[in-house]
């Protein structure tokens, strides 16, 4: 894959309307709004599936609930050793999951890029 079309890759967001909405004004334009509903697992699979699929797709942002309800594939994608896109779970307004958010994105950098950033 050359410089050049990582550099045109997307990023895409799956998350409630707030999450969706905000980053919609930032620029995104691949987005999916999981709605409160009984079968949302179902949804939030559907869209990483098609997601994870898209070659024009480099980051894939979920929110962590969204993540957790759907474990088994967010587990999948990530064992699977392709590099892109990258799965990066963000917290909802009612807050995190991780004690500590410095320790597990530092994880997650070093996991990824191969380095440390300090936040």
């Given at each position: 894959?050359?410089?050049?079309?990582?550099?045109?890759?997307?990023?895409?967001?799956?998350?409630?309307?707030?999450?969706?909405?905000?980053?919609?004004?930032?620029?995104?334009?691949?987005?999916?709004?999981?709605?409160?509903?009984?079968?949302?697992?179902?949804?939030?699979?559907?869209?990483?599936?098609?997601?994870?699929?898209?070659?024009e797709i480099g980051v894939v942002v979920?929110?962590?609930?969204?993540?957790?309800?759907?474990?088994?594939?967010?587990?999948?994608?990530?064992?699977?050793?392709?590099?892109?896109?990258?799965?990066?779970?963000?917290?909802?307004?009612?807050?995190?999951?991780?004690?500590?958010?410095?320790?597990?994105?530092?994880?997650?950098?070093?996991?990824?890029?191969?380095?440390?950033?300090?936040?």
């Amino acid at each position: 894959m050359s410089t050049s079309s990582i550099r045109n890759m997307e990023i895409a967001v799956i998350g409630d309307l707030e999450l969706v909405s905000t980053l919609r004004l930032a620029g995104l334009r691949k987005t999916h709004v999981i709605q409160e509903e009984r079968h949302a697992d179902e949804s939030i699979r559907k869209a990483l599936k098609e997601y994870m699929s898209d070659p024009e797709i480099g980051v894939v942002v979920i929110l962590e609930e969204f993540a957790e309800m759907a474990s088994d594939a967010v587990s999948a994608y990530r064992q699977s050793k392709s590099v892109l896109p990258v799965i990066v779970e963000v917290p909802s307004k009612r807050g995190t999951k991780h004690p500590d958010v410095v320790a597990y994105y530092k994880q997650f950098s070093r996991e990824y890029l191969g380095f440390d950033i300090e936040l």
